[in-house]
């Protein structure tokens, strides 16, 4: 099964290979202020063993590592992976990252206590959600934590990554996690959006 949406696939991911990270639009240097929050109230502690999906070019693994996590990032780009690999090391941050797929992902079960999706989830398609929270919840340790940001159903209209709703986030979750915090936030504007009206997720594997 295909992980991600068509528009993902043709339009967005021949990027990495094509452009220069500083050309990418969803390339920055921040991390969204919601999971900078949960690192400091604790929710995510140093120590824990994350699993950062699809994580691309590396930062939100680099953030999570360089804040005592041991953190291990997984793409199916070996472009982007190349360039997460130079990030890192700009950074002397030990993050270990790996190729593959979200929904085979090449690590053994229970191998996580926090598993990482930013802006993964509003790209994968409708159909294969439920083999993706099954493989997150496969990573997780009974009572680990899976963490998402992605585009809300507030978000400011256009193309792209899929505006999702609470039941988008919630239903196909249900079977391998409890809800343990589901709310919007707003994140920093851009120019072409200006209302990023974004979810944050926190669900614990039953």
């Not at 295909?2 to 920055?28: H, K, M, Q």
């Not at 949960?38 to 063993?49: F, K, N, Y």
């Not at 294969?128 to 940001?149: D, I, K, Q, W």
Request: charged share 25%; net charge negative; aromatic share 10%.
């Amino acid at each position: 099964m295909e992980a991600f949406t068509e528009r993902w696939v043709s339009g967005f991911a021949p990027l990495y290979d094509n452009s220069e990270l500083g050309e990418i639009s969803w390339v920055t240097t921040s991390v969204s202020p919601a999971l900078q929050q949960l690192v400091i109230d604790g929710t995510l502690p140093r120590g824990s063993r994350v699993v950062d999906l699809a994580c691309g070019p590396g930062v939100h693994s680099i953030f999570l590592a360089r804040h005592g996590m041991r953190v291990t990032g997984v793409d199916r780009s070996e472009t982007a992976l190349r360039k997460a690999r130079e990030l890192a090391g700009f950074y002397s941050t030990d993050v270990d990252f790996v190729q593959g797929d979200i929904l085979d992902v090449p690590l053994p079960d229970a191998c996580a206590d926090v598993v990482h999706d930013s802006f993964v989830y509003h790209n994968v398609r409708p159909e294969a959600r439920e083999t993706y929270a099954a493989e997150a919840a496969r990573l997780l340790s009974p009572g680990g934590l899976f963490v998402l940001v992605g585009f809300s159903d507030r978000m400011t209209p256009g193309s792209g990554p899929i505006r999702l709703t609470s039941d988008d986030l919630v239903q196909p979750f249900l079977p391998h996690f409890k809800v343990e915090e589901l709310r919007r936030f707003r994140n920093l504007p851009t120019e072409k959006r200006p209302d990023q009206w974004h979810w944050l997720g926190v669900f614990q594997r039953r």
